[in-house]
């Protein structure tokens, strides 16, 4: 008898659809079944069709380009006015269609999960809060992780100066409330009446911002009117951690939990603030760092990251970016990304982050049946 899809997934075409189907043929898994974000939000039936036809759900990250974006804008009611044009590429919207659009889908995909019993490597209630970054840190902070001192939400340059001068800091970090992939992402430094910024956009004569892979360093008034931007989309403000270096340049791990344990993962490093790889970020492999802080600190960010995953239980995959202060003792939690997974080359066990599922999905389903909310994860990887 022929084995059935393992999972119905809700995705865009792309490298994280194309990881997925390569994992499950390398694991001698039916390729999944592909619903994409335009039809679970139009047709919400195919959804729960395709569920039905599967093991289980899972949904990948939407992306954020201006399609989507317009997308959620209109399947939410918003105005899609201020969103980008196809031809604007790069320009980051205003995020709040996006997070409307993105509920919604979660919304579909919590429904395809009851109408067919079946169920999800997704949690639909955790995805649109892992994207409200200033949310998701408060709920970190709040359980006693260690994440860097919050300033809230900022409306521009002033209320950012005046939040770091109460604060007592000469250096933040200004985040799109909605963001991702380091979008819009900026460091901001005080040198007295100076400012300096290293940020992932370039700011047009029109106030828009564009994301670039190349860093920009704007100065003082500049620097100023970059901040008043962020502002106006929508933007917090947190303090900026003197990350641990390795070989003289900045360093993170991001680190994905699998069903709670820490599993695969990566070291970032990079000369700028901003250390991702699509920004030009070196990858390295976990033991770099690991070697550099050792056992104990090692067995810190282990638990850092088990506790962060206690706090979102129904979500099996989740991308922990964590820094280790340049003290190598402290460890900080800097974001968690729902869609966090997605990294190429990252091997544990033997196995890529999307084979591990595959592998653990189809135990999981020839063994045992979890609750409707999502599996018992009892499977549990062994720590890196």
């Not at 659009?101 to 429904?111: F, K, Q, S, V, Y």
């Not at 340059?157 to 200004?174: H, P, Q, T």
Request: hydrophobic share 40%; glycine share 10%; with cysteine.
């Amino acid at each position: 008898m022929r084995e059935p899809p393992l999972l119905a997934l809700l995705a865009e075409p792309g490298p994280r659809l194309d990881s997925w189907r390569a994992a499950c043929r390398r694991m001698g898994a039916p390729e999944p079944i592909l619903v994409s974000y335009a039809e679970a939000l139009r047709h919400p039936e195919r959804l729960t069709e395709a569920a039905a036809r599967a093991g289980g759900l899972r949904a990948e990250s939407p992306g954020g380009g201006a399609q989507i974006q317009r997308l959620f804008a209109e399947i939410s009611g918003h105005d899609p006015g201020p969103l980008p044009e196809a031809e604007d590429y790069g320009r980051i919207a205003p995020p709040g269609p996006f997070l409307a659009g993105l509920r919604l889908a979660m919304a579909r995909l919590a429904e395809a999960m009851v109408e067919t019993g079946r169920p999800s490597l997704t949690d639909p209630e955790a995805v649109p809060l892992l994207f409200e970054k200033l949310e998701s840190q408060s709920r970190f902070q709040a359980a006693g992780l260690p994440v860097p001192p919050l300033l809230g939400a900022v409306a521009g340059w002033e209320d950012l100066e005046a939040k770091m001068r109460a604060a007592n800091l000469r250096r933040a970090f200004v985040k799109l409330r909605g963001g991702s992939a380091a979008s819009g992402v900026a460091a901001v430094e005080l040198h007295g009446p100076h400012v300096r910024l290293w940020t992932t956009a370039t700011l047009d004569a029109s106030g828009a911002l564009f994301n670039t892979r190349q860093p920009q360093r704007p100065l003082d008034d500049e620097a100023r009117r970059w901040v008043d931007a962020l502002g106006r989309l929508g933007a917090h403000a947190e303090a900026w951690i003197p990350k641990l270096k390795l070989d003289g340049l900045n360093a993170d791990l991001r680190l994905v939990t699998l069903g709670g344990a820490p599993a695969h993962g990566l070291v970032r490093r990079a000369r700028v603030p901003q250390t991702n790889l699509h920004l030009g970020g070196e990858r390295l492999p976990p033991e770099a760092l690991r070697a550099r802080i050792g056992a104990e600190t090692w067995a810190r960010i282990l638990e850092v990251a088990r506790r962060a995953a206690e706090l979102f239980p129904r979500h099996h995959a989740l991308g922990l970016d964590l820094a280790v202060h340049e003290d190598g003792e402290r460890v900080f939690l800097l974001e968690a990304n729902a869609f966090g997974d997605h990294l190429k080359g990252a091997l544990h066990e033997g196995l890529d982050p999307h084979e591990a599922q595959v592998k653990r999905m189809r135990a999981w389903l020839e063994a045992e049946r979890g609750p409707k909310s999502g599996f018992r994860f009892s499977d549990k990887p062994r720590d890196p």
